[in-house]
């Protein structure tokens, strides 16, 4: 966590500076993507990057997503560092095979030889009003595959600590940003620091339950925090930040203090990381639970597009309050 | 533009030394692959096993032609690739077997060699899988002003495979030192490629406007004139080239293909080996040109055996990993 007091900006300045400031250190990385360079992405989060690094590093590229991922995975191997840009985490299903059979599994094909220090860039999050095939969070797609590491930030701070390492990874990294987070503010320092792989964040310390939020849902677990703290509840949040390599240990350890737990996880419920989260959970603190596990994730349906629709498909903070009373025996 | 390969074009500049070269190279990957089939049927190779005997005009016409350090990705049919490109058949066979000792310590098998030593970006089980890997590798080579090139194997199979069209479309855009080899051995599996390829295939490249040029892949001097030039245009920077090698699979699918005449005829295998065997027509030439005697080149085949018989009985001989191998290189 930051220290107080320090300058606030937002997700999207916080990524930007992370890729500037290693596209500055190592002359190796480099942008790749669709509308990455004058027109920014259209979220602006790229924004003034090509002005400073140039079209030869700031690389606009067809619609070609097998393509020019699979040419990234080539670039990795062979001495440069991509940073591959897939404007929408929907998108990832035509990059599967580069990202699944071919990323994911030179390294060990290979006994060790070949490496792939490449990171995906993507977003992921629903309630844009954007209909099904650009509103969906599909993190645990790589989260299941040996070889690749996916990052989850949800705050400034760490999508630029966490941006800087993966990065500086020499394995495959998959970085999804949630298209909410964007416009978020908060203190991030100036100088230079980086955030390991693999350690979660207590977001919140509480005694009575664990909220384990990833992404997007950490400002939903930290809002049903709020509510729950006025009904007598002291919840506690934690933020995996990684989903592989996955803290079990600071999840686990939550747990066996509070003795409840709920994990909320945009991605579908069934068959996804929240899944595999209460697995975790379930397994390292069975003697310490005073309840089930539970799962909240997106409903399992396609995103649909009718506002008040769509708002019925993510969990909201008044949710996660109202499984928790559930939970501590307060309904 | 799309051209057919000039064959008087073929001489220019290679002398003897490397004829035989290329002689012992292809003579080399016909011997490896009837090891490999030796291997399967005495059920001492496990999986699966393809065989690129008759195509190899096509492996060591074009990785002749090339620079040590340049990269090449190969297929499933990809043992000629990776001997072509200097892989040592101990290694190889080791890999083959599962070994320890091999290329990926036994873990990638017989069509995921793998050599950086050699510029093998690694051969992929994944029909035009390494499309995109080759291109990334020739923007490196772009980039970073090494002067490389990468080479793309790939089996007619793959032109079904959109992500080949992306990259021959960001290789040509970027001016890409990538030459794509489509090996035309006329069967994707066990299905004519006419019943699954429109149109014109040299066209498809030349839509983009990447060089495309057509050969007989059963040549290896015709494969090693035409892989030179396209090899240094690429190297000069004029971007990437689309070969096209017409040629045929003498074997089935894999080892246990054996009996094919549901999708081909004993005659038309006949007629191919019997006219348009690689290796033995180089031996012909180089017999009538007077570079070799039937005596020298029968040397070299009793030397290439020997080494062969010694690299199976270290492969055969060799320990498997240890089973704390399991889990090791997941992540670098």
Known sequence: MPETGIREITFAEAVREALAEEMRRDSRVFIMGEDVAEAGTPFKVLSGLVEEFGTSRVVDTPISEAGFTGVGVGAAMTGLRPVVDIMFGDFITLTMDQMANQAAKVHYMSGGKWNVPMVMRTTLGAARRSAAQHSQSLHAWFS??????????????????????????????????????????????????????????????????????????????????????????????VDPRTTWPLDEHTLIESVKKTSRAIVIDEGYGRYGVAAEIAATIAEGAFHYLDGPVKRMGAMHVPIPFSPPLEDLTVPTGKTVFDTAMTLCGRS | MTTVSDPTRTSAGVGVEKWLRMYRQMMAIRLFEENVNELYTRALMPGLAHLYIGEEAIAVGVCEALRHDDYVTSTHRGHGHCLAKGASPKL?????????????????????????????????????????????????????????????????????????????????????????????????????????????????????????????????????????????????????????????????????????????????????????????????????????????????????????????????????????????DVYA
């Not at chain 1, 930030?153 to 630029?160: Q, R, V």
């Not at chain 1, 998959?174 to 980086?194: C, H, N, Q, R, W």
């Not at chain 2, 990334?136 to 970073?144: D, E, I, N, V, Y």
């Not at chain 2, 069967?187 to 429109?198: G, I, K, P, R, V």
Request: hydrophobic share 40%; aromatic share 8%.
């Open chain 1, 144 to 237: 299941h595959i040996p070889g690749l590491k996916v990052v989850l930030p949800s705050t400034p701070y760490d999508a630029k600590g966490l941006l800087k390492s993966a990065i500086r990874d020499d394995n495959p990294v998959i970085f999804f940003e949630d298209k909410m987070s964007f416009k978020l503010k908060g203190p991030v320092p100036e100088a230079e620091y980086t955030i390991p792989l693999g350690v979660a964040d207590v977001k919140r310390i509480g005694t009575d339950i664990t909220l384990v939020g990833t992404s997007s849902m950490v400002q939903v677990a930290l809002e049903a925090a709020v509510m729950l703290e006025q009904a007598g509840i002291s919840a506690e949040v």
């Open chain 2, 92 to 328: 190889m066979f080791a890999e083959l077997l599962g070994k320890e000792a091999g290329y990926c310590r036994g873990k990638g098998g017989s069509m995921h060699i793998a050599d950086p030593a050699t510029g093998n970006l690694g051969a992929n089980a994944i029909v035009a899988g390494s499309v995109g890997i080759a291109t990334g590798a020739a923007l490196s080579a772009k980039t970073l002003k090494t002067g490389q090139v990468a080479v793309c194997f790939f089996g007619e199979g793959a032109l079904g495979q959109g992500v080949l069209y992306e990259c021959m479309n960001l290789a040509q855009l970027w001016k890409l030192p990538v030459i794509y080899v489509c090996e035309n051995n006329m069967y994707t599996e066990y299905t004519h490629f006419s019943e699954t390829t429109a149109g014109d295939i040299p066209s498809r490249a030349a839509a983009f406007g990447v060089r495309a040029e057509t050969v007989d892949g059963q040549d290896v001097r015709a494969v090693h004139a035409v892989a030179t030039d396209i090899a240094d245009r690429a190297r000069r920077g004029e971007g990437p080239a689309f070969l096209l090698c017409n040629t045929y699979r003498y074997r089935g699918h894999h080892v246990g293909d054996i009996n094919r005449e549901y999708y081909r005829s004993k005659k038309e295998e006949q007629q191919w080996l019997a006219e348009s065997d690689p290796i033995k027509n180089f031996a012909e030439w180089l017999k009538s040109q007077k570079h070799a005697d039937a005596g020298a080149l029968s040397t070299i085949d009793s030397e290439l055996r020997a080494e062969m018989d010694k690299a199976v009985k270290f492969a055969v001989a060799a320990p498997y990993p240890g089973a704390d191998e399991v889990d090791q």
